[in-house]
């Protein structure tokens, strides 16, 4: 079934049990959803447990259809495209950055990178794991991964950072402002 015939279905559903709860208070339905011959010939002792099923088969769409959905994003998740042109190199595992070519191609508004020309945030949320369980903003420059937090330090300061780390002052590894970006050495 796809996304939206189970969105319909889930619809119907409720409009069933809001009818049905209506009708059981001797209201007018809001949806005609229950046919008023069927539930005349339904004994009163049963009604509570019609309920109690459609609620539970509710529950059921709405797992049904989140889990859909969740697989719909996934599916069109696809990183922004960098650009071309700064230095392919990495030490020791970190990609080098090249001050110059984010200064000339990247803007930082409000702790988020944006590229110059497209005028857009070219950052994409990424998993990291290795004990922290989180997640870091990533720039794709050159088919090559970058953490923006680093591109947004270099944007700022023009320096060197190939052999450091750096270190969210609050923790928060989704919050990219310089004001919480410092230096820690590497070991």
């Not at 279905?9 to 011959?37: C, P, W, Y």
Request: charged share 25%.
């Amino acid at each position: 079934m796809d996304l939206n015939t189970m969105k319909n279905d889930r619809m119907k559903k409720q409009h069933f049990v809001d009818d049905f709860i209506a009708l059981t208070l001797g209201q007018k339905m809001t949806h005609n959803a229950v046919s008023a011959e069927v539930f005349n010939n339904i004994d009163s002792g049963k009604y509570a447990g019609i309920i109690a099923n459609a609620n539970i088969k509710i529950a059921e769409y709405d797992t049904e259809i989140a889990v859909m959905e969740l697989n719909e994003a996934a599916a069109a998740f696809k990183p922004v495209a960098g650009i071309t042109g700064m230095n392919g190199d990495s030490i020791n595992g970190r990609n080098v950055i090249d001050p110059t070519f984010v200064r000339n191609n990247y803007v930082v508004k409000n702790g988020k990178l944006y590229h110059k020309t497209l005028d857009r945030c070219v950052e994409w949320e990424m998993p990291i794991h290795g004990g922290a369980n989180t997640n870091k903003l990533h720039v794709t420059i050159d088919k090559k991964y970058y953490n923006a937090h680093r591109l947004i330090y270099v944007w700022y300061t023009g320096e060197d950072i190939t052999d450091v780390d750096i270190t969210h002052l609050d923790g928060d590894s989704m919050n990219n402002d310089i004001n919480n970006l410092a230096i820690r050495e590497v070991a």
